[in-house]
């Protein structure tokens, strides 16, 4: 099955550190979601975007749907522990059915 | 809020058993997703379904089949447990493609 390529795998940095992460594919996407998962529990949803140039925030969380609808961007500002856990991206491909492909996670540690 | 409730954390089962996993989801969506979390493999599908009844599978569903006889309610079964299906499993519910899967807390399955 496809995935997407999500970078970096994972990262160490101090509090109040701005952090940025980004998911590629070679596929035109529909749809991207941004998910965090905390440990021992379910992704929960970030951000939706939907149209290619959306720029969304979420209180610290901004994410972007790239122009070439072939990738997005997370960035956390001003980062703080409980930012720590699993940020996945989901892309829906264009033309695809409800099925959404999910990129291998990003491991964000904060350090206080 | 969408609530799904997968009906165990932790699961421990042997060997060739044969295993059941539960999902339910309070909001009447009519698409729920079974998915396996591995490290670096991130989320991969294994069977999803559009209605009762109706299955299609995934990337992964080899050794697994699934069952939904009602539209609350989707069950993943492991037909002879292996300890190459020790994993995370997640469930999913979708009310249309633009909104993005509402995960349950996931259940921790161990085949000894």
């Known amino acids: 099955g496809q995935q997407l390529n999500q970078s970096p795998q994972s990262m160490f940095i101090q509090e109040g550190e701005d952090v940025s992460m980004n998911c590629t594919s070679s596929?035109?996407?529909?749809?991207w979601l941004w998910y965090k998962q905390d440990p021992g529990e379910g992704p929960v949803l970030l951000i939706a975007?939907?149209?290619?140039?959306e720029l969304t925030s979420n209180g610290r969380l901004t994410a972007q749907f790239g122009i070439t609808r072939k990738d997005s961007f997370l960035n956390i500002s001003a980062s703080i522990p409980s930012d720590v856990g699993i940020y996945f991206c989901?892309?829906?491909?264009?033309?695809?059915?409800?099925?959404?492909?999910f990129g291998t996670g990003t491991r964000l540690k904060v350090l206080a | 809020d969408v609530k799904v409730t997968q009906s165990s954390r932790y699961l421990v089962k042997r060997t060739g058993e044969k295993v059941f996993l539960e999902c339910v989801q309070d909001?009447?969506?009519?698409?729920m997703f079974w998915y396996r979390q591995d490290p670096g493999l991130g989320l991969r599908l294994i069977y999803f379904s559009y209605d009762v009844k109706m299955k299609e599978k995934g990337d992964i569903p080899e050794g697994y089949s699934v069952s939904r006889e009602k539209k609350e309610r989707f069950s993943l079964i492991l037909e002879s447990a292996s300890t190459n299906q020790t994993s995370m499993y997640l469930c999913?519910?979708?009310?249309?493609?633009?909104?993005?899967?509402?995960f349950g807390s996931g259940t921790r399955l161990t085949v000894v």
């Open positions: 909001m009447d969506h009519e698409n």
């Open positions: 596929s035109i996407f529909n749809t």
């Open positions: 999913a519910s979708l009310r249309d493609r633009n909104y993005g899967y509402t």
């Open positions: 989901a892309g829906q491909l264009r033309g695809g059915t409800y099925k959404y492909i």
């Open positions: 975007l939907y149209k290619a140039g």
